[in-house]
């Protein structure tokens, strides 16, 4: 388990007080040492909070690697994937779990001899401490790829996991960026929950048509359908939470703008589609993140 943040702290409790070996791949000694010191991974799930002392360790050590779930940063997927490649054992096994899109296709064209897994959750979760994630949101989780279920996937419903095999995993990487372009940056622009964007209506729905002009030119006409409706509901639905690019850009972190509202502008220059909603968000949010000394990538 390599990413011991909100989503891929809440995986690997769930795995592990099920019995199944589980460990955690830190990204140095020093995080290792840290870990530690904090005895384990604290999960606040329904209101009451426990430990789990998974074993964890650091991507230098020897134990060859047969699966492995991603759930870094989009950004930090490549990078994560190269260090481990020595320990990467013959016909390993990936689950990308990672916002956006195209840094799936960049893990798999570094790892030619394994099986990378792609995943879409709608689960919330978020760290209110260091090692410590409260269970926000249950949710679902689906998985694919272009061959047959894997066998483990019994391992995620005896972990309780909720999760489903999908031979159209694209569309649902595809409806996921689309709501995340519509919602995320109008977040960190008006500095406000998912629930203030209800005064922003307009500006949700314009996006929304642009977005849904771009799936269709990207063969994605189911994740097309009722992509407004849809992104309405979460708004209601969340409102009281602060997105995942709001929380990153508050605490001055590196945004997956390249991954979600950049992945998008590149496919609309890349299909010759002239969605200037779309394009002046990236615009505006870009200037965000600079005047704040952040990366634009």
């Not at 006409?221 to 409706?229: M, S, T």
């Amino acid at each position: 388990m390599l990413g011991a943040g909100s989503l891929g702290s809440l995986w690997a409790v769930r795995l592990a007080r099920v019995g199944l070996p589980v460990r955690l791949i830190l990204r140095d000694p020093q995080r290792l040492s840290a870990y530690h010191c904090a005895g384990g991974l604290r999960l606040v799930e329904d209101g009451m909070e426990q430990l789990y002392p998974i074993p964890a360790e650091i991507p230098d050590a020897a134990p060859p690697i047969r699966r492995l779930l991603l759930a870094c940063k989009a950004y930090d997927a490549v990078p994560a994937v190269e260090h481990l490649a020595s320990r990467l054992a013959a016909g390993a096994e990936l689950v990308l779990l990672q916002n956006g899109l195209g840094s799936q296709d960049a893990v798999a064209a570094r790892l030619p001899g394994c099986r990378c897994v792609l995943a879409s959750t709608t689960e919330g979760a978020f760290r209110d401490g260091d090692f410590r994630v409260v269970f926000a949101g249950r949710g679902h989780t689906w998985l694919g790829d272009a061959g047959q279920p894997p066998a483990w996937l019994d391992e995620l419903a005896a972990a309780g996991i909720p999760h489903a095999w999908s031979e159209t995993i694209h569309g649902r990487l595809w409806r996921k960026l689309a709501l995340n372009c519509a919602i995320n940056p109008l977040t960190v622009l008006y500095d406000c929950r998912n629930g203030g964007l209800q005064a922003y209506a307009g500006e949700v729905a314009e996006l929304c048509a642009e977005l849904a002009e771009l799936l269709r030119h990207c063969d994605q006409r189911d994740a097309a359908e009722g992509l407004q409706e849809e992104v309405e509901r979460v708004i209601q639905a969340t409102a009281a939470n602060y997105s995942s690019m709001h929380q990153d850009v508050a605490r001055g972190r590196r945004s997956e703008i390249a991954y979600l509202l950049g992945h998008a502008c590149r496919e609309a220059e890349r299909h010759k589609l002239h969605l200037s909603r779309l394009k002046a968000l990236q615009q505006r949010l870009q200037r965000h993140l600079a005047e704040r000394g952040l990366p634009l990538d």
